[in-house]
């Protein structure tokens, strides 16, 4: 069975530019989470779809981000425009159910963006 | 602010030998918490989690201590092996309770290595 998977792995783009992260969870999986981390910083809570309901957005930094989860399989990550200070590495996770229930949550193996 | 924190950024211990990994909290709201390991260039991988009903949890080698008074948590790898040579995040979420949030707030990880 295939894992989470990410697209791109590594990305480099101008300040300004856009960037679109993909994230194929785990088939079946509902909960969906984005995650980042910044150079030396802890990871960060972005945001969780149940399905295609974004349940808890409150960690998106601003309206630059816009996540979408469109028929509730595949997620995207947009960046638009760019920023500096976004540069880091985006993590994808899926779950089967809340983890609470003892269900594992699944990371990918991040996509890092590098923003010149 | 940090609500999660792991002070040791590096621990270094001889095989066979005993690993201590520590994290302290902030938030008393926290009733879960989870320890991740990760390798370079790999997503974090679930270790072993506890809720706070528990003061102990334990699975195979790797065993979770919760001290709620002290807001604090420890992971304990006995015998420590040179494969468990990674970073270890630890992790919490307020979300046991109906309506808690799914979101896990991590801390900044500690690099162990287990030397042959």
């Known amino acids: 069975e295939a894992g989470v998977t990410q697209f791109p792995s590594h990305s480099v783009i101008e300040k300004g530019q856009t960037v679109t992260l993909r994230c194929d969870p785990i088939?079946?999986?509902?909960?969906l989470y984005w995650y980042r981390r910044v150079m030396g910083k802890e990871i960060k809570f972005l945001l969780h779809?149940?399905?295609?309901?974004?349940?808890?957005e409150s960690g998106m930094p601003n309206n630059r981000f816009l996540a979408e989860r469109t028929g509730g399989t595949y997620s995207t990550l947009k960046v638009q425009p760019a920023e500096l200070e976004d540069s880091g590495v985006y993590f994808c996770?899926?779950?089967?159910?809340?983890?609470?229930?003892?269900?594992?949550?699944?990371f990918g193996e991040g996509s890092w963006l590098t923003v010149v | 602010d940090q609500q999660v924190k792991q002070n040791s950024p590096s621990l270094s211990v001889q095989e066979g030998r005993i690993s201590i990994l520590n994290c302290d909290y902030t938030?008393?709201?926290?009733?879960?918490f989870l320890w991740y390991k990760k390798y370079p260039a790999e997503g974090p991988t679930f270790l072993i989690s506890?809720?706070?009903?528990?003061d102990k949890n334990e699975d195979g080698r790797f065993t979770v201590f919760l001290n709620k008074s002290a807001k604090h948590l420890s992971l304990h790898i006995v015998p420590s092996q040179p494969g468990d040579s990674a970073v270890y995040f630890c992790?919490?979420?307020?979300?046991?309770?109906?309506?808690?949030?799914?979101?896990?707030?991590f801390g900044k990880g500690t690099k162990l290595t287990v030397n042959p």
């Open positions: 996770a899926s779950s089967q159910d809340s983890y609470h229930s003892g269900n594992t949550i699944y």
């Open positions: 088939s079946g999986h509902d909960n």
């Open positions: 779809f149940v399905k295609e309901s974004k349940q808890d």
């Open positions: 938030n008393s709201m926290f009733d879960y």
């Open positions: 506890i809720s706070s009903i528990k």
């Open positions: 992790a919490a979420s307020d979300g046991l309770d109906q309506g808690g949030s799914e979101k896990l707030v």
